[in-house]
């Protein structure tokens, strides 16, 4: 008799072939990893998981408004939709799950109770345009984390509307447009952004119209300040640089680069990004910053949420501040008011940049998150992100080329593809094999300055424990590439829930959309 | 401090391991003139239970929506959310996941949004949907802008049916790239004006429906006629559930619709975060903003899906992208997908139905009231009304007797000579109880 019988309460062992390489399963199932098909494949055309009342329609209003044709939409009922997502959410890595390295991104713990005061009714059940007497907490929370990051940061004014960073930049330039327009220098058209920067910088400056102009980079990955000076004249309108930089080293020159910026009568915008670096420990307003975006959803860990909400306060300088958007707070003897126009004569604001208020939802999140940490914790959050990039650095440095060996990283350490030369294996591959190992990929490709870029930012939640499991994890995975076990990388990942995809086909002929299988009339197109 | 793992013996031997002797060793790049000694001026850090009873105090100084009998709309909407919803958009997977990147371990996320984009397409008529944007004015802005690098025009018709803070958010971004707006007169009602307003020189034409009265418009004529001036129709939708019950934008001619997403699955959060639908017809897909999720497949020639066509993307593109959007609203857009896919057809047609249905019957309510004129002769679940009086003041009257009676037209455009009109929303969370005391609370206001 076998002694497999799983019995109630009687252990079992192994027993049997104990690797599982090549095996098929006769449904093609994979244990507890379910395929799941769309929604539009579940046969609910005819269902809902809503119980709703049938209303006697009566819409003899809207004539022939009304929607005849079938829409479309398949429902499911509650079981199946728990099913549905609980399967497609076991496909994805997150920042619970294990370090989640991209550097640039700052994918740092989301403490839950920043979800739990984000849904308390007060915060979350009440609309943009109910009566201010109603929701005075609120516009006082909007005030209070106004306060925070204008302490943060030593600047005199928020900007709190922005939904992203890249809407935070938007904010910036607007902001310095309109400066510039008030003073009739109409031919400022140029915006100057190093080579190193994010792609949102030079798309933000082309998208409100200013031709991007490219600063060279020194060799040791900061801004050229020759090529800055050179480039600077009387069409510049601002210059753009991100700091601690995308190579994520601090640009020494900073206070320079802000003197030279101003003499030429140009404003300096600081893509904000990478203020996890130094927040606490380093104030923008002490480097002669005129206006950065602080993205929430990375220093003040607002969830990512699978690609946002984020949301991008832009604080500005003296000279920048009467040209903010609206809406903003003000205090009077009533209490607290949202001032949704800007008044009379003196009106400078360049206007409003989304219907309501931005993001509250994440300001609750954030100032959740400030307060927990205190002035003290913050500035130990920017530490220990520092000390855990260097760590990495320092760790790693024997066996893959740091992009910049000399001197400290910041928050995150970048290595070129020099030490993979002749070893067959790409930076993308390199990158692919780490899902094998559990750990999402680092940035790859970025910044575009150093070849076969590999950026990685820990964050200060990573304990020294994963630290080290992460460490050692790339140091096999180096060896095995040195020694040539090519296969490992190009095949890689093998144990995803899916192998490599092909890119190049989705975009050569787009399916942006489900549609029903020729021969089926389930379904409206 | 409970976020944080490293202990004090770590952060030496870390130090050790680097050969730095302290942690100002790693920031010696900091120009001496911005190195701090000691911490900023903030409180220091705290518990749980202190955070927690200091942002629950100031919680308790709003009145929510569900505590009283509640009508604001004007594009954000109350409705019930299932549990479901927040249940599964806190699942780590998609709560703490980035930007799916790297698809091997983010078919969850990229299932999730080609699935979005396929009710989207469905719901708004249209062929090609993206992953989603900030929220709907931004959405309409971006469209408009969208418009312009199409057609290779720069004028913009903004129909006075627009809601103002879609006007301003529009005009905002168009004016920073030279392209002229011209907005009509509010009105509840003005197709035509909007059809006299086209030229050769139009690049869109910007039409809400339901508008910010609350008024439902049949786009196709106006949709003929920028046609035939080469223009394109930009439809905007501020609540979603409205297409439960009326003609689609795509079915009236629409090249774009930008609509804000809030009421499927999402709360109304004192304004954000939200989710903007951005739809348009499939030839104009090369032009569109943001992310698209397209299907593929894997090596091993499994069904798949990824981020494509990036190279419209600011990572890519650079100063050559169609936007320079990166960060969207991802997890509203998941909310949205659940509820969606909770009502299904089904659900959404009764949940539509249910809405009207409350909404005329406040109207009739109210209509009743003397010296109240109804001013939307065909509306979805929002309509405008006219008083005797000041509507900001008849509004500040119904708060003080516990009833969120609306939104006075004035607090979205003071300037438009509308100061007695108000905008009520009703949906289905609305009770007949809940009308009984509105039409008490404005008798009251309006004698005042």
Known sequence: ?525 | MRYLPLTADDRRAMLSAIGARSIDDLFVDVPASARRTGTVDLPGFMGELEVERELSALAGRNIPAGSAPFFCGAGAYRHHVPATVDHVIQRSEFLTSYTPYQPEIAQGTLQVLFEFQTQVARLTGMEVANASMYDGSTAAAEAVLMAARVTRRNRAVLSPGLHPHYVHSVETLAHATSIATERLTPAVDAEAAVIEAIDADTACVVVQTPNVFGTATDVTRIAEAAHAAGALLIVVTAEVVSLGLLKSPGEMGADIVAAEGQSIGNALNFGGPYVGLFAAKEKLTRQMPGRLCGETVDAEGRRGFVLTLSTREQHIRRDKATSNICTNSGLCALAFNIHMSLLGEKGLRRLAALNHARARRTRDALAAIPGVEVLTPRFFNEFAVRLPVDAARAVETMAADGVIGGVPFSRLDPEAGLDDVLLVAATEVVSDDDIIRLTEALKKAVTQ
């Not at chain 1, 002694?3 to 244990?31: C, D, H, K, Y």
């Not at chain 1, 066996?399 to 928050?411: E, I, K, L, N, S």
């Open chain 1, 1 to 525: 008799m076998s002694s497999s019988m799983n019995t109630v309460g009687r252990p079992t062992r192994p027993e049997g072939e104990t690797s599982a390489q090549g095996f098929q399963s006769l449904t093609g199932g994979r244990g507890l990893l379910q395929d799941e098909p769309l929604i539009f494949e579940l046969d609910g055309w005819d269902k809902t998981g809503v119980d709703l009342p049938e209303a006697d329609v009566d819409a003899s209003d809207l004539g022939d408004l009304v929607r005849r044709e079938p829409i479309g939409l398949p429902g499911l009922s509650e079981p199946e939709t728990m099913r549905h997502y609980v399967r497609l959410s076991q496909k994805n890595h997150a920042i619970d799950l294990a370090l989640y390295p991209l550097g640039s991104c700052t994918m740092k713990h989301n403490p839950r109770l920043n979800e739990k005061m984000a849904r308390l009714p007060g915060f979350s059940d009440i609309h943009p345009l109910q009566p201010q007497s109603t929701v005075q907490g609120a516009i006082e929370l909007m005030d209070r984390l106004a306060h925070w990051l204008k302490t943060l940061t030593g600047m005199p004014a928020v900007a709190l509307s922005p939904k992203a960073g890249a809407h935070g930049e938007l904010c910036g330039l607007l902001a310095i447009h309109a400066a510039h327009d008030a003073r009739g220098e109409h031919a400022r058209r140029v915006v100057l952004c190093p080579t190193s920067a994010h792609g949102t910088n030079p798309a933000t400056a082309a998208f409100v119209g200013y031709s991007v102009r490219e600063i060279a980079q020194t060799q040791d990955g900061r801004v050229d300040l020759a090529d800055l000076e050179a480039k600077l004249g009387p069409d510049v309108a601002a210059i753009m640089v991100t700091n601690p930089n995308t190579c994520g080293l601090f640009e020494r020159d900073i206070v320079e680069i802000a003197r030279l910026t101003h003499e030429a009568g140009a404003y300096f915008y600081c893509d904000g990004a990478n203020f996890n670096a130094i927040v606490g420990r380093v104030r923008p307003g002490d480097l002669g910053v005129d206006a950065m975006h602080i993205n929430l959803h990375k220093t003040f860990s607002t969830p990512h949420g699978g690609g946002g909400p984020g949301a991008g306060p832009v604080v500005l300088s003296e000279a920048l501040a009467p040209y903010a958007p609206v809406p903003w707070v003000t205090h009077g003897p009533d209490g607290f008011r949202l001032e949704e126009f800007e008044q009379g004569e003196a009106a400078k604001s360049f206007g409003r940049m989304n219907a309501f208020h931005g993001q509250m939802g994440m300001y609750v999140r954030a100032l959740t998150y400030m307060m927990s940490h205190g002035s003290d914790g913050l500035k130990q959050v920017a530490e220990d992100a520092v000390l855990n990039a260097n760590y990495i650095k320092a760790r790693l440095s024997d066996v893959m080329t740091p992009a910049f060996p000399d001197g400290p990283c910041m928050h995150e350490a970048l290595f070129d593809d020099r030490w993979l030369e002749g070893a067959g294996v790409t930076t993308l591959d390199f990158a692919k094999a780490m899902i094998d190992e559990g750990f999402h990929p680092m940035t790859m490709y970025f910044p575009l300055v150093v070849h076969g870029a590999m950026l990685i930012e820990p964050t200060e939640t990573e304990s020294k424990i994963e630290l080290d499991r992460f460490i050692e994890a790339l140091r096999a995975l180096a060896e095995a590439a040195r020694a040539g076990d090519v296969e490992r990388f190009k095949g890689a990942p093998h144990l995803a829930p899916l192998r490599r995809l092909d890119e190049t086909r989705a975009a050569r002929a787009p399916r942006l959309r489900w549609t029903a299988p020729e021969g089926s009339n389930l379904a409206a197109e």
